[in-house]
Nanobody
Framework: QVQLVESGGGLVQAGGSLRLSCAASGRTFSIYGMGWFRQAPGKEREFVAAMSWSGGIGLYADSVKGRFTISRSNAKNTVYLQMNSLKPEDTAVYYC????????????????WGQGTQVTVSS
C-alpha cells in the first residue's frame, strides 16, 4: 500500500501563488507515476498535471499549462504542484494520486489517492 498526504492548500487572491505538497509513504518503490487532480463543487474530478516518479517532463491540462508546474523530490518522497497566476476558476479540492504502471490524465488509472486539500482563489 501507498499512503499519500497533501498539504499547502489555502485561501489566496487572484494572481497569487500556492505550492501544494504530496508526501508518499509505504511501498513507494511501486510507484511509477504521480498525478494531481482537482474537483470543484458540483463538477467531476479533472486532471491537472502528472509526471513520472523518476522525473522528466510533466503532462498538463490545457487550463493550467504555463501557470502550474509539477515536480518531485525523490529524497523526500514528495511531489509538488507550484501554482502561479491563480484564477477563481482554480478553486477546488486538489488531490494527488499514484499510479503503479504509468501516468496519465485518467483518474481511473490511478491506484492510490490522498485525502485532498482545499484551494480557494478569491477575485
Amino acid at each position: 500500500q501507498v499512503q499519500l498526504v497533501e498539504s499547502g492548500g489555502g485561501l489566496v487572491q487572484a494572481g497569487g501563488s500556492l505550492r501544494l505538497s504530496c508526501a508518499a509513504s509505504g511501498r513507494t518503490f511501486s510507484i511509477y507515476g504521480m498525478g494531481w487532480f482537482r474537483q470543484a463543487p458540483g463538477k467531476e474530478r479533472e486532471f491537472v498535471a502528472a509526471m513520472s516518479w523518476s522525473g522528466g517532463i510533466g503532462l498538463y491540462a490545457d487550463s493550467v499549462k504555463g501557470r502550474f508546474t509539477i515536480s518531485r523530490s525523490n529524497a523526500k518522497n514528495t511531489v509538488y504542484l507550484q501554482m502561479n497566476s491563480l484564477k477563481p476558476e482554480d478553486t477546488a479540492v486538489y488531490y494527488c494520486a499514484a499510479d503503479r504502471s504509468g501516468y496519465s490524465s485518467w483518474p481511473s488509472e490511478y491506484d492510490y489517492w490522498g485525502q485532498g486539500t482545499q484551494v480557494t482563489v478569491s477575485s
